[in-house]
Nanobody
Framework: QVQVVESGGGLVQAGGSLRLSCAAS????????MAWFRQAPGKEHDFVAF????????YYADSVKGRFTISRDNAENTVYLQMNSLKPEDTAVYYC?????????????????WGQGTQVTVSS
């Protein structure tokens, strides 16, 4: 079983940057594909980014491609989301999700584990 805890959210001006972290428990973190989702007020959970368990492939939503970067440190049991050139429409609660040896999935409900989320607010 894996537990994940997100951190690093906050308030930032448009054009700024934030780095989100997702700390995972368990000795088998390196076997889990990881993803980030976000939920804006009144909307569904949207896929943001995905990284394979080995870290050799990454996938991004079109809305964040070129601005966000997902990465992982298996030695630290942590996955990151570096967010640059932030826009007000990036405002949302961001969730980290984990799936054992998973191929890419675009729905949060398809992941076995996810955290409580961290709030990101981008002011104009």
């Amino acid at each position: 079983q894996v537990q994940v805890v997100e951190s690093g959210g906050g308030l930032v001006q448009a054009g700024g940057s934030l780095r989100l972290s997702c700390a995972a428990s368990g000795r088998t973190f390196s076997r889990y594909a990881m993803a980030w989702f976000r939920q804006a007020p009144g909307k569904e959970h949207d896929f943001v980014a995905f990284i394979t368990w080995s870290g050799d492939s990454e996938y991004y939503a079109d809305s964040v491609k070129g601005r966000f970067t997902i990465s992982r440190d298996n030695a630290e049991n942590t996955v990151y989301l570096q967010m640059n050139s932030l826009k007000p429409e990036d405002t949302a609660v961001y969730y980290c999700a984990a799936q054992a040896y998973g191929s890419i999935r675009y729905r949060l409900s398809d992941y076995a584990y996810w955290g409580q989320g961290t709030q990101v607010t981008v002011s104009s």
